[in-house]
């Protein structure tokens, strides 16, 4: 294993460990709520008297929709970064005629 | 770090609206002016815009018992400058505050104000200081990406008190308790998000040289003097 591999592997390491760390601690005692409803309950509770002026224009039937639309999101957002890295990678690895192609583009206006 | 929907006053609506709205137009124009220029970036910066866009749909534990989800604005504002964000970010509370009801569209000028803006500069002041400093690219990238987290959900915490001061202790009472929420969560996920970034950063350091090169981040190498030549054409 090179040093380079190592570091990417503590790195991965390091990441895992600080996901799994929150719920090896609170292990059957949280349900890990989201920050912004607690801060929504927040200011239920601080400021009794504010009640919200203006509702989405759309919300999600059921959480199951809410986590589909999440997991669209993030595969929308994974996929273009997949893509992107892979061209880039490629562009790398093949030898130079893509390059020279597109230096002939560049002085365009 | 979504400030839901209807839960700013009008005026602190309008306010945030009115003070982010510059940002992201230059923002738009920044984002043109660079495709148009030079259109190879565009793969890099459909990357920086799909990072965000990722990482912001992924709620994460923390160690406080409570969920939250990175941003991932520090990565364009390294390689961008941070006006790009601005942009890129409103998209994606934009597409959240639309389709998943996180966030709103009152609440869009605040939300983008502390996730398009405050993050990627607070991000990039930490990336050109750590380098000034002599540490190094790699370590830059990380104060980038977990200080441009942690200042968003900072900005956020403020902005709610701001708008809900606490009955009895007022402005820093009410911002006590929202950044005990917002803030002290999202310590662990700024660390995690920066070891994420210098993990990205390492691949793009080996695949987007050229572009990098342009961009500034990495130095042209002194072996090759033709490198930035090279870099501008391309």
């Not at chain 1, 801060?39 to 504010?50: K, N």
């Not at chain 2, 009801?101 to 050109?128: D, K, Q």
Request: net charge neutral; proline share 7%; aromatic share 8%.
């Amino acid at each position: 294993m090179t040093r380079r591999h190592l570091v990417t592997a503590l790195l991965v390491l390091g990441i895992v460990v600080l996901f799994v760390v929150p719920l090896v601690l609170h292990a059957g005692s949280s349900d890990f709520a989201g920050t912004d409803s607690q801060a929504t309950e927040l200011i239920e509770e601080s400021d009794p008297g504010y009640t919200p002026w203006f509702s989405s224009v759309f919300s999600p039937g059921s959480s199951e929709v809410e986590s589909g639309l999440f997991a669209l999101q993030a595969a929308l957002g994974g996929g273009v970064l997949g893509y992107a890295l892979g061209r880039l990678r490629s562009r790398r690895t093949t030898p130079a005629a893509p390059p020279a192609q597109s230096g002939t583009e560049a002085p365009r206006p | 770090m979504h400030i839901a929907e209807g839960f700013l006053p009008p005026a602190h609506a309008i306010g945030w609206t009115v003070a982010a709205a510059p940002f992201v137009v230059h923002g738009a124009r920044c984002v043109v002016k660079e495709v148009r220029e030079h259109p190879e970036a565009t793969l890099l910066l459909g990357a920086a815009g799909a990072f965000t866009f990722v990482l912001s749909a992924i709620k994460l534990p923390s160690v406080t018992g409570s969920s939250s989800h990175p941003t991932g604005t520090g990565l364009g504002a390294v390689l961008f400058r941070p006006p790009v964000m601005a942009l890129l970010g409103t998209i994606v509370l934009l597409f959240q505050a639309l389709l998943l009801a996180h966030g709103g569209l009152t609440t869009l000028g605040a939300n983008a104000f502390s996730m398009a803006i405050v993050g990627p500069w607070v991000g990039y002041g930490a990336y050109r200081l750590v380098t000034r400093l002599g540490g190094g690219l790699l370590p830059a990238v990380f104060a980038a990406m977990a200080l441009s987290d942690l200042s968003t959900y900072v900005t956020t915490a403020l902005q709610l008190a701001w708008a809900h001061p606490d009955a009895t202790s007022g402005f820093l009472g009410a911002a006590a308790k929202f950044l005990g929420v917002f803030a002290v969560t999202q310590i662990p996920l700024a660390l995690a998000e920066g070891l994420l970034g210098v993990l990205l950063f390492r691949v793009l350091t080996v695949n987007a040289r050229p572009e990098l090169e342009r961009l500034g981040v990495l130095r042209p190498e002194t072996g090759e003097p033709a490198s930035t030549g090279a870099g501008e054409l391309r």
